[in-house]
Antibody, heavy 120, light 110 residues
Framework: QVQLQESGPGLVKPSQTLSLTCTVSGGSISSGSYCWNWIRQPAGEGLEWVGRVCNSGGANSHPSLKRRVTISVDTSKNQFSLRLNSVTAADTAVYYC????????????WGQGTLVTVSS | QSVLTQPPSASGTPGQRVTISCSGSNSNIGSNYVYWYQQLPGTAPKLLIYRNNQRPSGVPDRFSGSKSGTSASLAISGLRSDDEADYYCAAWDDSLYGVVFGGGTKLTVL
């Protein structure tokens, strides 16, 4: 059974960099035609796709976040990571990592989510 | 403002059938699969429907999805109290080159 678990600081100061890691267990992150995604949800609001990295190669992110987002994979640790720089209060949200076998929005396994608050 | 449009709320009584709509455009729903997610309070979303109308293992057949043109629908029959949740549609958008979500529909079981 595949499991995903987010980890990282729960509090980030404005203008600094938000860094999160998603650890995948129950299978190799590099096997299969999967994309590994980050999705966020501000309190009381809807879901927003942040970006992804795919086993087929390449990473991409939401157009509104593209200049600030880096998503990478560490196959030796079976992890993938999100870096979001120059954060503001608008980046405060629960961040989820999720696996997509279709590469088009079919998120079949999710982490439990981690709350990141941007505040001084 | 979400790229995909859903009604903010829906309701029904136990046993009833309810439908939730999701409206998009040619660059997303019109040319790609639609997915539906159920989010219970305080939990991560759960994949309910994939590839327009397919149910993952373990999802009851009370849940069904359909798509026509640039719109899609989620139907829930035999409504139960534990169906009370937020429901989201999603699709790939060729213009944005990314996944877009609907704003979510809060389903209340009266």
């Amino acid at each position: 059974q595949v499991q995903l678990q987010e980890s990282g600081p729960g509090l980030v100061k404005p203008s600094q960099t938000l860094s999160l890691t998603c650890t995948v267990s129950g299978g190799s992150i590099s096997s299969g035609s999967y994309c590994w995604n980050w999705i966020r949800q501000p309190a009381g609001e809807g879901l927003e796709w942040v970006g992804r990295v795919c086993n087929s190669g390449g990473a991409n992110s939401h157009p509104s976040l593209k200049r600030r987002v880096t998503i990478s994979v560490d196959t030796s640790k079976n992890q993938f990571s999100l870096r979001l720089n120059s954060v503001t209060a608008a980046d405060t949200a629960v961040y989820y990592c999720a696996r997509d076998p279709d590469s088009t929005g079919s998120f079949d396994y999710w982490g439990q989510g981690t709350l990141v608050t941007v505040s001084s | 403002q979400s790229v995909l449009t859903q009604p903010p709320s829906a309701s029904g009584t136990p046993g009833q059938r309810v439908t939730i709509s999701c409206s998009g455009s040619n660059s997303n729903i019109g040319s790609n699969y639609v997915y539906w997610y159920q989010q219970l309070p305080g939990t991560a979303p759960k994949l309910l429907i994939y590839r327009n109308n397919q149910r993952p293992s373990g999802v009851p057949d009370r849940f069904s999805g359909s798509k026509s043109g640039t719109s899609a629908s989620l139907a829930i029959s035999g409504l139960r109290s534990d169906d009370e949740a937020d429901y989201y549609c999603a699709a790939w958008d060729d213009s944005l080159y990314g996944v877009v979500f609907g704003g979510g529909t809060k389903l209340t079981v009266l």
